[in-house]
């Protein structure tokens, strides 16, 4: 079991939780990801390791709650615990040792980009993290990143920072000049888009990709993406790729496939809780 030992609100829809997981904290390398499962018969949700402290053995999870399994998970308390956490899986970031990086971090994927930043400016290389939200609200990991070197913060509506989508501050960063490499994670529109900036400039750009994964061992199929022509699983073979070799339409296909079993799903379990409660009433 995995005891929760801090739980914090990032933004309306995204939690941080920090758990006990010692193996993995002492092991685990930025780009690496954990499946977790909540309790016996939950489903396996795939969430990349945000953090770690090897002194307290605890790992840092992120969560967006979007559906029933993710509300479950975030519905947890401190002292609650996880049943099952799997782990570390993938492979880890491939990084550079000297130049300038940008990490460019759409909404929750921001909580993604936050180690490969803290693994490059220890390297010593020099970062600039782009980062975006819907709004002000939906902005996170502004001060972790600060640490870590520049922060370049958007937001859709202009309500903080600049006004508009990261890819229109990458493409001035890039415009200016001196990007060596390019880490990008967020929606897959945001990370098709970030890949098709940087192709001209000729820039290597890495995209972590979040497919639907069920064993994370490379048996299901479950997350299988299209690269440079070629299939592969992005639970053994990444989940970083190439952005320039990706098929994102193939991507955006597949990541729809189970959405309306995902939204019956959360409306079961919602109905479910409103019985609860007029029973309780
Ligand atoms: P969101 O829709 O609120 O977008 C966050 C930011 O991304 C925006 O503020 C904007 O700056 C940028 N963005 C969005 N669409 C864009 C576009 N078409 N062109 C350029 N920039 C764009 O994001 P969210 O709700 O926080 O994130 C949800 C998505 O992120 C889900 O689809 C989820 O699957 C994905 N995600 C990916 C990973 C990963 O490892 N790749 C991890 C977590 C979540
Ligand atoms: Fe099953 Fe990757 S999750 S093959």
Redesign the pocket.
Known sequence: MHTIVAKVQLSPNVTRLEVTASRIAQIRQAGQFVIVRKGEGAERI?LTIADSNADTGTITLVIQAVGKSTRDLVALEVGQAIKDIAGPLGHPTELVERGHAVCVGGGVGTAVVHPIAQALSRAGVHVTSVIGGRSRDWVIYEEELKRLGDVVVCTDDGSYGRKGFVTQAAAELLAAGKVDVVYAVGPVPMMRAVAELTRPYGVRTIVSLN??????????????VSVGGKAY????DGPEFDGHQVDFAMLADRSTTYREFEQEALQRSLDHTCHIGLDKA
């Open positions: 795939p497919p639907l994964m069920v064993d994370g061992t490379g048996m299901c199929g479950g997350c299988r699983f992005a639970c053994v």
